[in-house]
């Protein structure tokens, strides 16, 4: 009896994200099909040893509008990524060299800060600006692939829902196995336990979510918010500053971007589980709630669908594995069919992902201010 009255909660539990995923996929913003270029916009690219990877990237900014500014910084590159940029884009981009980083910065933000300096002219620190003055500064990585109209749409989504800072999230690539188990899960959490709406009407900094891949706000909300100087010793430097912005009254959202951009993050488990242990323990306000999320997350996804293999032992209560198993699939179809990514075969090892999820979470907390990217260190104290 207490088996079934468990089990009986955890697929009410199962049922309820489910239901709250497809409600969130139906709530998620979508760009409009067409959008006129009524307000003017400067694309910013930050890169660091990216000769590997940025050219489709710098090919895609040569087909945005010619009226779109693009500013590209080199910080500190040793590969030849500089070079590539000026081969491959020439005059369509402003190529500015990054400056050292300072005590207290770490790396990205202070490339970001960098980008958005020189667009408004005040590289010098003199506080006066020369710059073109655009009302909306879009922030992308050298992995993201923008379609021609991506900024335009980008911009009408937030003009017409009174927007401060979007996120329109990219449609993720995933090549080796490693990725395909473990990218589809940011969607996924997200549209599973983020409620969009609450997100987007409160005023909370806490209840914020961004991706830096792709990322749109508008200059004078980026002011009153201190910019990336407000976030310069933080490594989820993009969901600090959606919280910077919303601190000063701005209002933030996700979008749709599968329409707009793609994005292949890692390119073999290396870089993945690399990349995922610099970061994934700043997602979690503390080892406690990083086991808490954990427990939830295996208790669901892992252990009542293992139930499955204990059928002759558990009788009638053996049904919650299968039970189980098929809801978290649902789950990822759900996200996967709402965001552009591939549902099947990859939902089907759900189980496995969330195994993963768990070892890369546990890897980080244990590599935490141990770890560097690219030479630098991404852990401040």
């Known amino acids: 009896m207490a088996l079934l009255t468990a089990g009986a909660v955890v697929l009410a539990l199962l ?4 239901a709250h995923t497809a409600i969130n996929a139906g709530l998620l913003r979508k760009p409009p099909g067409t959008a006129e270029a009524t307000d003017s916009a400067a694309v910013l690219l930050p890169l660091r040893d990216e000769a590997d990877r940025v050219g489709p990237c710098l090919q895609s900014l040569l087909r945005l509008p010619p009226a779109t ?9 040793t590969d030849g990524t500089a070079e590539l940029v000026e081969r491959t884009a020439g ?15 770490l790396g990205k933000p202070h490339a970001c800060h ?26 992308i990585d050298a992995d993201v692939v923008l379609a021609p109209d991506a900024v335009e749409r980008a911009i009408a989504v937030m003009r017409a829902h009174d927007i401060d800072l979007l996120t329109p999230y990219p449609r993720i690539e995933a090549g080796s196995i490693g990725e395909r188990l473990v ?11 983020l409620p969009l709406r609450a997100m987007e009407r409160s005023p909370r900094p806490s209840l914020a979510a961004a991706g830096g891949q792709f990322l749109v706000v508008r200059r004078a909300a980026y002011d009153r918010a201190g910019g990336h100087a407000a976030v310069r010793d933080r490594v989820l430097e993009d969901i600090e500053l959606a919280r910077a912005v919303k601190r000063a009254g701005g209002r933030i959202a996700l979008a749709d971007g599968s329409e707009l951009a793609r994005c292949r993050m890692y390119t073999s488990w290396r870089e993945l589980s690399e990349g995922y242990s610099k970061s994934l323990w700043a997602s979690f306000g503390s080892p406690a709630g990083a086991v ?25 209560a053996a049904l919650l594995g299968p039970a189980a198993y098929g809801l978290g699939v649902a789950g990822r179809v759900v996200s996967a069919r709402a965001t ?4 099947l075969p990859d939902a089907l090892a759900h189980p496995v992902s969330v195994l993963l999820f768990a070892w890369l979470v546990v890897r980080s907390f244990a590599r935490r201010g141990r770890t560097t990217w690219k030479g630098r260190p991404t852990w401040r104290p």
Do not use: H, K
């Open 183 to 193: 990218q589809p899960l940011l969607q996924w959490s997200w549209l599973t336990f």
């Open 340 to 343: 552009g990514g591939r549902a």
């Open 69 to 77: 500014r693009v500013i590209v910084l080199d910080d500190g590159s």
């Open 15 to 18: 049922l309820a994200l489910l």
């Open 114 to 139: 960098q980008l958005a300096e020189a667009e408004a002219g005040t590289e010098a620190g003199s506080g006066a600006r020369t710059g073109t003055g655009a009302q909306y500064l879009v922030f």
């Open 91 to 105: 005059d369509r981009v402003e190529l500015r060299s990054g400056r050292d980083l300072p005590p207290g910065w």
């Open 292 to 316: 808490a999320v954990l427990a939830l997350l295996l208790a669901l996804y892992v252990v009542a669908p293992a139930t499955a293999l204990l059928g002759p032992w558990l009788g009638p």
